[in-house]
């Protein structure tokens, strides 16, 4: 027997729910790339962008996902044999590491401690063991999705500074922008990357990249550019350079609209969404953790993210749970991703257009996937979540 029929629901940590207004907005007719109406949207896509990117700074727009929005940042910046300094505290860190070093960078990958977020302490003292400033670029990650950390990124910025060291400072938003507060150029970032595919409620395929003034001025020497990525190129008198090339026009229809939606919700109200509906999902896995069967991966409570929650599982096989939850229930969760938690994890997003009802939905499957298959848990986790909800949504004073 099932209860599989509906609308099934996407928790996975990207890509995410679309929805049906951003879909409508993409069924039309492709239009022409060198005139009209494509030009107005790109241009103003780029300049709502800004206002979640909280920069000056025009971003650029590639047909790419998020991996190549980390090229992007890397060639355009830096030459062959420079030192990067990568923050790996999951599973992304590591991965743009790895891309770096394929490019022919001098890659060197600081390892948080198990299970927690980098420490911008061990950043500085890195930094100030640089004397000669052979490090080129910091390259951090917001919220990696893996672990379902979140990394400080004011405070590693501030460690970058603090060491008085110039490298330029990266940041990796692609599970993050739109989810939780991010401010570009009031933190000193000098490259944001990003996609369309988790916060920003668009189908995969579109990567962002915003350079301050300091990735420019390094980016005029820059020896690994490339055409398909050069920003000098994209900043060309012709509309079409901006994509170099064909723009990707029902990706682009289809932002306008996920855009409209943020700023209509306002940004503020997103953020707060997304707290209290992690803060209800935290709530149900720390009273179903009480069976012992399984626990959050991140140890420390305030390094838990906002946009997915990572359980870590010991004896039992995850792959049973999120079977169950799938094929009998109708709701897709996230499986274990990395050497750390590949077959040992279940990552349940709550990420970009989700609410209480998809957020309970979720939790409800999955506490039911936990009885019917005699998993050891702590009982009305789901209630628990509710209590939560209720309690920050509360009109009348509690009791
Ligand atoms: C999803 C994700 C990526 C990779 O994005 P792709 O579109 O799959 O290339 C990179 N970094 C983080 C933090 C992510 O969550």
């Not at 920003?200 to 990735?215: I, N, Q, W, Y």
């Not at 990395?338 to 990552?347: D, K």
Request: proline share 5%.
């Amino acid at each position: 027997m099932t209860v599989q029929n509906g609308r099934e629901l996407l928790a996975i940590p990207g890509p995410t729910t679309v929805p049906d207004e951003v879909l409508s907005a993409m069924h039309r007719p492709a239009v022409d790339l060198y005139s009209g109406e494509i030009i107005s949207v790109t241009m103003s896509c780029i300049s709502d962008l800004k206002k979640i990117i909280r920069t000056r700074s025009e971003p650029f727009l590639y047909a790419a996902n998020g991996h190549g929005a980390w090229e992007a940042a890397l060639v355009n910046c830096l030459s062959r044999g420079d030192r990067v300094l990568a923050l790996q505290s999951g599973m992304f860190g590591g991965a743009w590491a790895e891309m770096a070093e394929v490019l022919g960078l001098d890659v060197e990958v600081l390892t948080a401690a198990p299970r927690r977020a980098i420490s911008p302490d061990a950043v500085s003292d890195r930094l100030r063991a640089d004397r000669e400033h052979r490090i080129k670029a910091v390259l951090a990650v917001q919220i990696d999705t893996a672990a379902g950390i979140v990394n400080d990124v004011p405070a590693l910025r501030q460690a970058v500074t603090d060491a008085g060291h110039p490298a330029l400072f990266m940041v990796d938003t692609i599970a993050s922008l739109a989810c939780m507060p991010f401010e570009m150029d009031a933190w000193g970032v000098d490259v944001t990357v990003a996609g369309s595919q988790k916060g920003l409620m668009t189908p995969p395929g579109l990567a962002f990249v915003a350079a301050g003034e300091r990735a420019r001025a390094a980016h005029r020497h820059a020896d690994l550019v490339t055409r398909y990525w050069d920003w000098s190129f994209r900043e060309g008198d012709e509309h079409y350079q901006k994509y170099c090339g064909t723009a990707p026009e029902h990706l682009m229809f289809g932002l306008r609209r996920a855009l409209d939606m943020l700023l209509e919700e306002g940004l503020e109200h997103v953020f707060r969404r997304h707290a209290l509906l992690a803060d209800a999902t935290r709530a149900a896995v720390e009273r179903w953790a009480e069976g012992g069967a399984f626990g959050f991966n991140v140890l420390e409570p305030v390094e838990r993210s906002n946009s997915v929650t990572t359980l870590r599982f010991d004896e039992t096989d995850p792959q049973r749970v999120i079977d169950f939850c799938r094929e009998r229930c109708g709701v897709v969760l996230g499986i274990g991703i990395g050497p750390e938690l590949s077959g040992r994890a279940i990552r349940i997003a709550h990420m970009g257009h989700v609410n209480a009802a998809m957020t309970l939905g979720v939790l409800g499957a999955f506490e039911t996937a936990l009885t019917a298959l005699g998993i050891p848990h702590g009982k009305s986790g789901v209630a628990e979540a509710a209590t939560s909800l209720g309690g920050a949504l509360a009109v009348v004073p509690m009791a």
